[in-house]
Nanobody, 119 residues
Framework: QVQLEESGGDSVQAGESLRLTCVSS????????MGWYRQAPGKQRELVAN???????NYADSVKGRFTITRHRTANTVYLQMNNLKSEDTAVYYC?????????????WGQGTQVTVSS
């Protein structure tokens, strides 16, 4: 089956930067959409950013201007560059991949990587 593996989470000070990486394996096609979600303590999971093949990226208002999502042009690999991190960015970050292929919808999740930002 398809597996998504995140890496790059760490504990940093406010104002610093991190780069998250999500690498997929086992996919038989290029996903239509890949993105990042996060879940902070006591809060529900929320969309951070995603990118659709051949289309523009989308960002949550809270991260616009600070985070940048990029995707390898051919591989199912996606990155999240996080600059000027704030304490409210503290969360577990999850990679997501989705698509429609062979008359089926596909939706996969990674296990998450912890990002902790200290003020």
């Amino acid at each position: 089956q398809v597996q998504l593996e995140e890496s790059g989470g760490d504990s940093v000070q406010a104002g610093e930067s991190l780069r998250l990486t999500c690498v997929s394996s086992g996919s038989r096609f290029r996903f239509d959409t890949m993105g990042w979600y996060r879940q902070a303590p006591g809060k529900q999971r929320e969309l951070v950013a995603n990118i659709i093949s051949g289309a523009s990226a989308n960002y949550a208002d809270s991260v616009k201007g600070r985070f940048t999502i990029t995707r390898h042009r051919t591989a199912n690999t996606v990155y999240l560059q996080m600059n000027n991190l704030k304490s409210e960015d503290t969360a577990v970050y999850y990679c997501n991949a989705a698509g429609f292929y062979a008359r089926r919808n596909y939706d996969y999740w990674g296990q998450g990587t912890q990002v902790t930002v200290s003020s």
